[in-house]
């Protein structure tokens, strides 16, 4: 077994390789396989190489992939064209090439595995090139890996310099745009060994995917999926954004793996991002950033796997991420392969990889194939295999520090989470007592204080006009109390995460005109009057009638509560895309600017006292939030000081 690696420039340079004395003793193989990787992702220019090989080499199978950088003797190479033959002394090689969109990929890759079946050969391995931007490959990949082989599979998503979704894989007569080319590897002494790692760390806490759509993440912890890389990273919604977001994948644990997944392109409607691999919804994530230093560290690792291997021939397929993290030092991970055996491939948009314990479509990550023809025959060992390259270890003592610093940046990144990490759960198991300790507490308060209000109310009824006054003060205060240990009931439910919704089909607008009904004599109390603008009739939600009455409730109540005599609140209700708005308008004092970010967390109350006296604990306006997002929705509010507040929230239709 035999490989050769070229670069093309043009046409004449292809036909002075096909002429060189190593390819032409090389002739009499069973076998050649002849792959493409170029920058120039111009269909003329596949066929038109294919066309010159096949007219002096007929035999030979040809395939290829537009890329992001090419790789030649384990170098890095730019907009080029690297060719490699391979030449197998006794192996069969057989080649299925399909259409494949965004409609038939299930059964792209289940008549692959058909096809393969059909051949009735020993198969030793399966090489698969895909369109991953244009098409579903992790459905076309699950589906074929899901039919029990028993062979490893490697290979790659084509790529495209521009990012303009313009990616080609060849057959060696078509050029497909939405495609699969697999070259089927067989025979009794062919062996076939596949390596792959990854070298990402977590960098950010935890979240998880609350909504998806195919291959879009619509939502992350409840947000717009975008927002999350403009919080963590500063990256902005503009042409460049795969670029920048390039080092930044989502790293994910699944069935004892670390994956990782790279954003691709934002939709601007709705904010969410599309990945060219597969998501699930509840799945949770970190955002990862590559440690130069571990990706060398177990690139070293798997070179000396890979030289206990023997191989006589490397193919590599390695994500994109990977050249734009490591810049000019990414051939510290790709150039030592080429010390054990010859040695191309070509930078990703996704790789393939199947073994006996692992099989999955990934990001990120390099995939490195040994091919080898008979037995191992015992080598010596390689030489610089056996530790890791040191970035230190060069004569000119400020060369290539950057990677060294960013190495410790990313150390000490890594150790402050799991401090804060660390501190985050303690802090959790202190708010578990807390809540604990307060639902004991309101618990035990309660029973008495029902009795203490029973009493009082009984001898407000009985006694004279004497005492009358003493009797009223004890219903008063312990009513306030008893509402008091509610709200504090409700708070510590919702901290454990105990909100019980009971959701029932319910005519919202109705249940909203009752309530400003109830809420018009506590109004009329200050002469303060209460009106309703509704947009629409009726609208039916699916909401807990109960808990939104407490909502409407809290709100109308405060704005009552912080309005001047005299004045008018304003309940609007209108229809906003999929979700009715609900906005609570008073001309009451209003609040500072400071104090608006603070008003929905519990026990924060602003600098605003009550009209008329009446008392207020910040409870209220904490439990209504939880409330509002239980169901999905959301809430805010404006407020300017002597002109009034505007609380808004959203219930989805």
Not at 604 to 615: C, D, F, I, L, N
Request: charged share 25%; aromatic share 10%; proline share 3%.
């Amino acid at each position: 077994m035999k490989q050769f690696n070229y670069t093309l420039t043009d046409l004449e340079s292809l036909t002075a390789i096909l002429q060189l004395d190593e390819i032409e003793k090389c002739s009499d193989s069973q076998s050649l396989l002849i792959q493409i990787f170029t920058a120039k992702n111009e269909k003329a220019w596949f066929k038109a190489i294919g066309n010159s090989i096949k007219a002096r080499i007929p035999s030979a199978k040809i395939i290829g992939a537009s890329s992001v950088g090419e790789i030649k003797d384990g170098k890095l190479f730019t907009d080029s064209t690297v060719i490699v033959f391979t030449f197998f002394e006794s192996s069969c090689l057989n080649i299925f090439s399909y259409d494949c969109n965004k409609h038939n990929e299930e059964l792209v890759g289940k008549t692959l595995f058909n096809d393969i079946e059909a051949l009735k050969q020993e198969v030793k391995g399966v090489l698969i090139l895909s369109n991953p931007v244009n098409n579903d490959s992790t459905k076309f990949f699950n589906s074929f890996i899901s039919c029990n082989i028993s062979y490893p599979v490697f290979g790659g998503g084509a790529g495209d310099y521009a990012n303009m979704r313009k990616t080609l894989v060849f057959d060696g007569d078509r050029c497909f745009d939405q495609g699969v080319v697999s070259i089927v590897f067989s025979g009794e002494n062919l062996h076939i060994e596949p390596f792959t790692y990854l070298g990402w760390h977590p960098l950010t806490k935890e979240m998880t995917i609350t909504e998806v759509d195919g291959m879009s993440v619509k939502e992350i912890d409840g947000i717009p999926a975008f927002s999350i890389f403009k919080k963590y990273l500063n990256i902005k919604f503009d042409n460049s954004f795969f670029q920048n977001v390039l080092e930044f994948p989502l790293l994910i644990y699944r069935e004892g793996q670390i994956i990782a997944r790279v954003p691709f392109f934002v939709n601007e409607e709705n904010e969410s991002i599309e990945f060219l691999a597969d998501i699930k919804l509840g799945e949770k994530f970190r955002i990862g950033y590559g440690n130069p230093q571990t990706i060398i560290n177990e690139s070293v690792h798997i070179q000396n796997k890979m030289f206990d291997f023997e191989p006589e021939a490397i193919l590599l397929y390695t994500c994109i991420c990977r050249r734009f993290l490591m810049q000019k030092d990414v051939e510290f991970e790709t150039s030592p392969f080429n010390q054990i055996a010859p040695t191309a491939g070509f930078y990703t948009f996704g790789e393939f990889f199947a073994n006996n314990t692992y099989k999955a479509l990934l990001n990120s990550t390099m995939v490195a194939v040994g091919f080898r023809e008979g037995e191992k025959q015992k080598k010596k060992e390689a030489p610089g295999l056996n530790q890791s390259p040191n970035f230190n270890q060069h004569i000119d003592p400020y060369e290539n520090k950057h990677t060294r610093i960013l190495s410790h940046l990313l150390y000490f990144i890594d150790a402050t989470i799991q401090e804060l990490e660390e501190q985050n759960k303690k802090l959790k198991i202190l708010n578990e007592q807390k809540n604990e300790f307060l639902g004991i507490a309101a618990h035990d308060l309660r029973n008495p204080l029902c009795v203490i209000q029973g009493f009082s109310e009984l001898l407000e009824e009985q006694i004279g006009d004497k005492y009358k006054d003493y009797t009223s003060m004890i219903t008063k205060e312990s009513t306030k109390m008893l509402q008091l240990v509610d709200d504090l009931l409700d708070v510590t439910k919702i901290e454990a995460g105990n909100l019980d919704l009971k959701k029932d089909k319910t005519d919202y607008i109705k249940l909203v005109r009752q309530n400003i009904k109830i809420n018009s004599f506590l109004a009329q109390n200050k002469k303060i009057k209460l009106i309703g603008e509704f947009e629409m009739e009726n609208q039916v939600l699916s909401i807990d009638p109960g808990k939104i009455e407490q909502v409407l409730n809290n709100l109308i109540g405060n704005a009552i509560k912080y309005s001047h005599p005299d004045t008018i609140i304003c309940l609007k209700i209108f229809k906003e895309g999929n979700q009715i708005i609900t906005q609570v308008i008073d001309q009451g004092q209003g609040m500072r600017k400071g104090e608006i970010d603070q008003i929905f967390h519990a026990f924060k109350r602003t600098s605003t006292t009550p009209t008329a006296g009446e008392t207020s604990h910040g409870l209220g306006l904490a439990i209504v939030k939880k409330i509002v997002e239980g169901h999905n929705g959301t809430i805010s509010v404006s407020s300017e000081p002597s002109k009034g507040s505007t609380f808004t929230f959203s219930l989805p239709i």
